[in-house]
C-alpha cells in the first residue's frame, strides 16, 4: 500500500502519469492485510479491553471473565461467518466488478470471509488453550 | 418498550460487558445486532452484521490509519526520541524547568510524528525521566510530566484518532488537522505554563540545572532535520495541495523508513517489526470500528440521538450546560475506555447534540480529542500512567498521578479556552481553505 502511493505520488508529480486505479488496489490491499491480520489478534488475545476490574478481583475471576469474552467473541464471529456466507455467494453470483480495474468485487470479500472465519477458528484455540490452563 | 428505551438499555448493557473485560469490538457488535434485532428483527439486524465488515473492508479513507501506525512504529525505532530531547533541551537550557520543558517539546513532537501516547510515554520515560531525576528532579513531577506530554500525540497533528473521528463523524481530515494545529501546541505552551507554576510553587520538585553552551545547544539543534523532514511529508504536503491525508501518510511512512536506514538506526529486522506492529495493531482497530459502525447502526434505528438533540432543545438547556454534560460524558468514560472506542461510541450521539446548539463538527473533533487526553491520565486507569510505573516501579500510582495534576489543570484550561473561543480551532481551517 505504502510503495505503490509513493509510486504514483512519484508518477503522478514527475511525470503527469499516474498508476491507473490506485485506489482499488490500496483497498484491496487493506481488506488483506487487515483480515488476514485478525485471526493473530484473536490467537494472542491482544484486543483492546476495558482492564478496571483486574484491580477489583482475584486473578481467578479475571480468567474466568477472559473465558467468557472468548466464548460471547466466537459466538459472534460465528454468526458473523454465517450470515456473511450468503451475502457473498450473492455478490458472486451477481458478478459485480470495479469501475477502474474491473477486480471482481467477489476478491474483497474473500479476505473478508476468510478473515473472520479463521479468527472465529483462533478464538476456538484460544479456548481449548484456556482449559489447558495456558 | 419504546425505542428510546431500548437504545438506554443498549448503552448500558454495553458499559456493563465492557466492564467484564469483553473485548471492545465484540461488546459493540454484540450489542449492536441485539438490539437492532430488538426494534427491527432478527432479519434485518443480520443483514447489518453481514454488510458492514465488508462495507469497510474497502473504505479507502481508513486506510490512513496503518500508514500512519507505521511511520510512527519506524520513528519510534529510529532513535528520534533521543535526539529530539537533546535537540529540545538546548532550547530551553538555562531556564527553571529546562529539563521538563524540553521532555514537552520532545514529546509534542514525537508524540506527533509516532502517534501513540503509550509508545510516546514509554519511550520517554526511558529518555527523560533518568534524566530529570539524575538532576534531583521530584520523581512523581518528572513521571507526571511524561505521562502528560505523551498525550500531546493525541491532539498534535498528524493523529490517529483524529483520522478515526474524521472517519465516524464523516469530517474533512484535512480541515481536522488543520483545526487541531493551533490547540496542539497551545496545550503544549499551557504545560510549559504549568511546569514554570510548579518551579514556582515548589521550587525543590524542579531544581535549576547548568545551561548548556552554544556550540553544544547548536549541535542539538541540527539533530531535529529528521523530524522536519517527516512533518514536511507528513503534514506540510496536505496544505500545500501536494497530497490527500492517506498519500500524506504514505509518503511520511516511506521517508521515516528510509531515514531509519540511511542512519543505520533500523535494520530489516526492525522493518518486519515495524510492519507486523503496524498490522497488528490496525487489525485489532478496525475490528473496534468494525463493531463501532453496527452499533452505531443500531443507535441510529432507535433515534436516540435525534431524540436527545430534540429534547435539549426543547428544553432550552443554555449551550454551555450542554457542553458541560458531553465534557462530564467524555471525562467518566475516559477514565475507563480507550481513546478509539470512546470516539467511535459517542460520536454517534453527541454530534447531532454539539451540532444542534450552533457548534460545528470540526470543533467537536478537536474538543473530544482533548477530552480523550484528559482520559489518558485520569484515574483509576490513566494508560500513560500506567506505562510509566511499569517501567519505573519505585514511583507509585498515586504519586505518578499527583504530578501529572498541574498538566491536567492546563488540559481543563485548554477546553474552557476552546467552549469560550470555538475560533482557536476554526480559524486555521478556514485560512487554509482545506
Redesign the interface.
Known sequence: ???L??A??TLR?LFNTPIHGT?EL??????C???I??P??FL?D??????????MVRRRV?RL??L??AC??L??LT??VL??V???RDMSEMGDVTADLSIPKLL??V??LLG?AASALCTLIYIARWRKGA | MSNLLIGALGVLVLLA???????????L??VG?CGYAAIDGWHKA??V???V??EL????S??VV??FI?MGAVASRGNMAKEMFDAANGLFSGVRGALANATVGACALFGAICGSSIATAATFSKVAIPEMRRHGYEPAFAAGAVASAGTLDVLIPPSVLTAIYALAAEQSLAKLYAACFIPGFLLAGLYVLAIWAVAWIRPAWVPRVPGMRLAERLRAAVGMWKLVLLFFFALFGIYLG??SP??AA??A??VAILIAFFTRAMGWRGLLDALLES??T???????VVGAFIFSRFIVLTRFPADVSRWVLEAQFSPLSVLLAVMLLYFVLGT???E??TILITVPVTLPLVTGIGYDGIWLGVFVTVMCTIGLISP??GMTVFVIQAQHPDIPVTRIYLGTLPFLVADFVLVGLLIAFPALALWLPGVLKV
Not at chain 2, 17 to 27: D, E, Q, S, T, Y
Not at chain 2, 282 to 288: E, P, Q, R
Request: negative net charge.
Open positions: 500500500m505504502m510503495l502511493t509513493v504514483d505520488v508529480a485506489f490500496i483497498e484491496l490491499g487493506l481488506a492485510s487487515v483480515y491480520a485478525l493473530a489478534v494472542r491482544e484486543h483492546l479491553v476495558v482492564d478496571a476490574i483486574d484491580y479475571v471473565l477472559d467468557v469474552a460471547l467473541s459466538a459472534v454468526a458473523m450470515v456473511m450468503p451475502l457473498a474483497y470479500w479476505p473478508v473472520v | 460487558i465492557l466492564f467484564l473485560r469483553v473485548p471492545i469490538g465484540v461488546a457488535a454484540l445486532v443480520f443483514a452484521l453481514a454488510s465488515p465488508f473492508a474497502s473504505a479507502y481508513l486506510s496503518p500508514l507505521l501536494w497530497f492517506t498519500e504514505a509518503m511512512a516511506f498490522v497488528f490496525t487489525a485489532a482497530v478496525f475490528f473496534i475507563f475506555l480507550d478509539v472506542s483509576p486507569t
